[in-house]
C-alpha cells in the first residue's frame, strides 16, 4: 500500500454536516494539533483546514466546513459550504471526498442533507458519528441496508474516542483522488425539500429502530434549565460563577506571571547602568518593553478561564438554551434570538463575536448584533477593570453570613458587565428604531442539541487556538505599539540638571497636555490622556500605557504596584469615570476592520467608532460630576 | 402523501396550529401554511420549516415554552428539537394523537 500511495499527490477531503453533528470534534480527532484557521480569501468565513497521514500512508487535508442543514444557502457561511462543496469556491480546489457527518441519535435532518448532497454528484461518504451515544440509547441503525438504499459507502465513528475512526481510515484509503470538474446542482424548492425529507424518513423507516424515548438526561436537565423561571435564574446563576471565576481562578497563574516579569525586569535592569548612553536602552527593555510585555501577558489566565466557561458551555450544549431563554429579551431589544451567541463570545474578544453574527441569515439583524457587539465587555477590557478595581474598591465580602462569598470586588465587575450587557441592548433597540424603523426582526428558529459531556482533547485544543491567538497580539501589535509608547514617554530625554520628571520633557507630556483641556470635564488628567489613545488602537494597551506613563515619572517606584500608584494619584471620581468610559470606549482597531471587512464598508465602522466614542464621552462625563456632587472627587 | 397536505390546504379547519397549542400538546404534522413573516415571504419559510424537520407526517411535541408570552417553544419533531417562536409555528398544522 504504502509504495503505491507514495507517488499520489495529498486527498483532499471536506468534512460537512450540520450543525451540532460532532463534526469539529471529528475533525479534532483526526487532525490533532495540525490544524489550520484561516479564512477564505475576500470573505470572513473561517477556514479550517488540518492535515494527517492515514494507516495505508496517504497525506490528507482535511476541511471542516461550516455547518449547514442544506446547500440552500442563505449565510456568508453556508455560502461557502455550498460553493467548496460544489468545487466553485475561488482557492480551494474541489475535494477529492465529501465526508458527510451525521449525527446516528438524530439522523432525519442529516439524512436530508445526505441526499441533498448526492444530488450534487460528488463523491461522497456518510459518517454516522456519536455511534456509541446511539448504540447507548437503543438506537439501532442496520448499517449495511442504509448504505445500499442510499447508494452510498457508510461508515460508524465516535470521535471522542480512540480507535473510533479506524472504519473512516479505512475507508479514506480505499478512496482514489478524482478528477477536476463543477457538480450540478440547483436550489431545491419547497416541493423538492419535502421530497427529500420523505425520501429520508422512509429510509429511517427501513434502517433505524428507534426506542420510543428522548435522551433521558437531556429530558430530566431541560426540566430545569429550560424550566420559564428557573432557566432563566440558572443562566444568571452561571453567567455571575463564570465572573466570580475569572477573578478567583486566575489569581495564582497570574501571581506568578507578574512575579515572573518583575524578576526579569529587575535582572535586565541591574545589567544596565542608569546613567549615560545605556540608560536608554536600559529605560527600553526595561520600562519599555518587559513592563509592556508583562502587563499585558498577565491577563492571559483570566481570558482562559473566560473562554474555558464558554468553550464548555458550547461543548455541553447550553448555548443553544441560553439563546432560547433569551430571546423574548433580546427581542424585546429588537435583536434577534440568534445573536445571543455572538454577542456572548464577545465577551471573549468583540471579533469572533462579530465574526460569529454569521449565523443571523438577515443581514439587517446581522448589523444591529455587529454594532452593538462591541458593547460586550471583552477579555481586554479586564486588565483595565481589574487594575482599578484592584486599586479603588476594597477586597472585602458584601455582606455577612449568607452573602459573605460574594466579593465587592467581583460584584463591581458583575456590574460593569451588566452595564456593557443594558447599554448593548438598550442601544439596538434604538438603532432598530431609528435605522430601520421597526421592521421585523427574522424568526427565530434554532435546533437544541442533546446534552454531552464536553471532552478534554476538544476544550484544551479550543483553549490552544485561543491563546495562540492572544499570544500573537500581544507579540506584535500590543508589543509594537509597547514600544511607540515608550518612545513617546522616554523621548527627549531629559537635559542634565533637570529638577521635574523626565517624562514632562517628553512628547508623551505634550499630547497629555494637548488632549487635557478635552478631557477635564470627565476627570481625565492628561497621563490618562497619554494612555487612552493607544487604548484605542488596543483595549489592554492602556494598562501597560498607564504603567510605562507612571513608571517613567517615578523611577523609583518600579517595583511598586501600578495599582497603588492610581490609588494615591487619582481620586474615586477619576477612577469611576474611567471604569465608565471603559464600558463604552471606542473598539480597537482590529475589531474595527473586522466591521469593516463584515459590513463591507467604511460606513459603518465609522457609525460605530463614533456612537461609541460619545457614549463613553458622555458617561465618563455624567459619572465624573455625580460622583463629585457625591464629594468624592 | 401529498393529498394529506393539499386536504389540508382546502379545508384548514380540520387541524389546529402549533403556535396556539399548549405545552405538553403531542400530535402529528398534516401540512404547512406559511405566511410572510418576519420579514420572509411565505415559501421562504416554508423551506426553513422543512429543512428542519417540519414535514406532513411528522410527530411533534411541544416540550417548552418561554417565560414572557409562552415564546419561544421548543418543538420536539421525531428525533429532533427544534426551538421557534409561536408566530412561526402557527404555520404548522397538526392534528393531537
Given amino acids: ?633 | 402523501m401529498s393529498f394529506i397536505a393539499d386536504a389540508v390546504l382546502t379545508e384548514p379547519s380540520a387541524a389546529l396550529d402549533l403556535g396556539a397549542a399548549p405545552r405538553g400538546f403531542r400530535g402529528r404534522i398534516r401540512g404547512l401554511r406559511a405566511f410572510a413573516s418576519g420579514g420572509l415571504p411565505a415559501e421562504e419559510l416554508e423551506r426553513r420549516l422543512l429543512e428542519l424537520g417540519f414535514v406532513e407526517g411528522a410527530e411533534v411535541e411541544l416540550l417548552h415554552q418561554g417565560l414572557f408570552g409562552r415564546d419561544p417553544i421548543a418543538i420536539r419533531v421525531d428525533s429532533a428539537t427544534i426551538a421557534l417562536r409561536r408566530r412561526e409555528a402557527a404555520a404548522v398544522l397538526v392534528e393531537p394523537i
Avoid at chain 1, 455 to 477: E, M, P
Fill in chain 1, 1 to 633: 500500500m504504502n509504495e503505491m500511495s507514495a507517488g499520489l499527490r495529498d486527498l483532499r477531503i471536506a468534512l460537512v454536516g450540520n450543525p451540532n453533528c460532532g463534526k469539529t470534534a471529528l475533525f479534532n480527532t483526526l487532525t490533532g494539533s495540525r490544524q489550520r484557521v484561516a479564512n477564505y480569501p475576500g470573505v470572513t468565513v473561517e477556514r479550517k483546514e488540518g492535515s494527517f497521514v492515514s494507516p495505508g500512508g496517504r497525506r490528507v487535508r482535511l476541511l471542516d466546513l461550516p455547518g449547514t442543514y442544506s446547500l440552500r444557502a442563505r449565510s456568508p457561511d453556508e455560502v461557502v459550504t455550498r460553493d467548496v462543496v460544489l468545487g466553485q469556491q475561488a482557492g480551494v480546489a474541489p475535494p477529492d471526498l465529501l465526508v458527510c457527518v451525521a449525527d446516528a441519535t438524530n439522523l432525519r435532518l442529516g439524512l436530508r442533507l445526505i441526499l441533498e448532497l448526492k444530488q450534487a454528484g460528488r463523491p461522497l461518504l456518510v459518517a454516522l458519528n456519536m455511534f456509541d451515544i446511539a448504540r447507548h440509547r437503543g438506537i439501532e441503525v442496520d448499517v449495511e441496508r442504509l448504505s445500499a438504499l442510499l447508494g452510498l459507502p457508510v461508515v460508524t465513528t465516535v470521535a471522542v474516542r480512540r480507535g473510533g475512526t479506524e472504519a473512516l481510515l479505512a475507508a479514506i484509503d480505499a478512496q482514489a483522488p478524482v478528477g477536476e470538474g463543477e457538480a450540478a446542482w440547483s436550489a431545491p424548492d419547497a416541493a423538492g425539500l419535502r421530497a427529500l425529507q420523505r425520501e429520508a424518513d422512509r429510509i429511517l423507516a427501513a434502517v433505524v429502530r428507534v426506542p420510543d424515548r428522548r435522551d433521558a438526561v437531556t429530558r430530566r436537565l431541560d426540566a430545569v434549565l429550560l424550566h420559564p423561571v428557573a432557566g432563566l435564574v440558572i443562566l444568571l446563576v452561571v453567567l455571575f460563577l463564570m465572573f466570580q471565576a475569572v477573578f478567583a481562578w486566575a489569581q495564582p497563574a497570574m501571581d506568578l506571571i507578574d512575579a515572573g516579569f518583575q524578576a526579569l525586569g529587575a535582572m535586565v535592569g541591574g545589567l544596565l547602568p542608569e546613567e549615560g548612553p545605556g540608560g536608554l536602552l536600559r529605560s527600553f527593555l526595561h520600562d519599555g518593553l518587559i513592563a509592556g510585555v508583562g502587563s499585558v501577558l498577565v491577563f492571559l489566565p483570566q481570558i482562559l478561564v473566560l473562554f474555558l466557561f464558554i468553550l464548555l458551555l458550547e461543548d455541553f450544549g447550553y448555548m443553544a438554551r441560553a439563546a432560547f431563554l433569551m430571546d423574548r429579551i433580546m427581542g424585546g431589544a429588537g435583536l434577534h434570538g440568534r445573536a445571543f451567541i455572538p454577542l456572548l463570545s464577545s465577551f471573549a474578544c468583540a471579533i469572533p463575536g462579530i465574526m460569529s453574527t454569521r449565523v443571523i441569515d438577515s443581514r439587517r439583524d446581522r448589523l444591529a448584533t455587529i454594532l452593538v457587539a462591541p458593547l460586550m465587555t471583552c477579555s481586554a477590557r479586564i486588565p483595565v477593570y481589574t487594575l482599578i478595581i484592584g486599586a479603588f474598591v476594597p477586597d472585602r465580602p458584601v455582606g455577612e453570613g449568607a452573602w459573605s462569598w460574594v466579593g465587592l470586588q467581583g460584584l463591581v465587575m458583575f456590574g460593569l458587565y451588566a452595564a456593557g450587557i443594558l447599554s448593548a441592548l438598550g442601544m439596538s433597540f434604538v438603532f432598530k428604531r431609528l435605522l430601520w424603523r421597526g421592521q421585523p426582526t427574522e424568526p427565530f428558529m434554532l435546533e437544541l442539541p442533546d446534552y454531552k459531556l464536553p471532552r478534554l482533547r476538544n476544550l484544551a485544543l479550543g483553549l490552544w487556538q485561543r491563546a495562540k491567538a492572544f499570544l500573537r497580539r500581544a507579540g506584535t501589535i500590543i508589543l509594537s505599539i509597547m514600544v511607540v509608547i515608550w518612545f513617546l514617554s522616554s523621548v527627549p530625554r531629559p537635559p542634565e540638571g533637570a529638577t521635574q520628571p523626565a517624562i514632562e520633557y517628553s512628547f508623551a507630556y505634550s499630547i497629555g497636555q494637548a488632549v487635557e483641556p478635552l478631557l477635564r470635564p470627565i476627570g481625565f488628567n492628561w497621563q490618562i490622556g497619554v494612555a487612552l489613545i493607544p487604548g484605542m488602537a488596543a483595549r489592554e494597551v492602556a494598562v501597560a500605557s498607564l504603567g510605562t506613563v507612571y513608571a517613567v515619572q517615578d523611577a523609583e517606584e518600579d517595583t511598586a504596584q501600578l495599582g497603588q500608584a492610581l490609588a494615591g494619584r487619582w481620586s474615586l471620581a477619576t477612577a469611576l469615570a474611567f471604569l465608565a468610559w471603559y464600558v463604552f470606549a471606542p473598539q480597537c482597531v482590529a475589531t474595527l476592520s473586522v466591521i469593516r471587512r463584515e459590513t463591507g464598508g467604511q460606513r459603518w465602522m465609522w457609525f460605530s467608532f463614533g456612537y461609541m466614542l460619545a457614549l463613553a464621552y458622555l458617561a465618563a462625563f455624567v459619572t465624573y460630576q455625580v460622583a463629585r456632587a457625591l464629594g468624592v472627587g
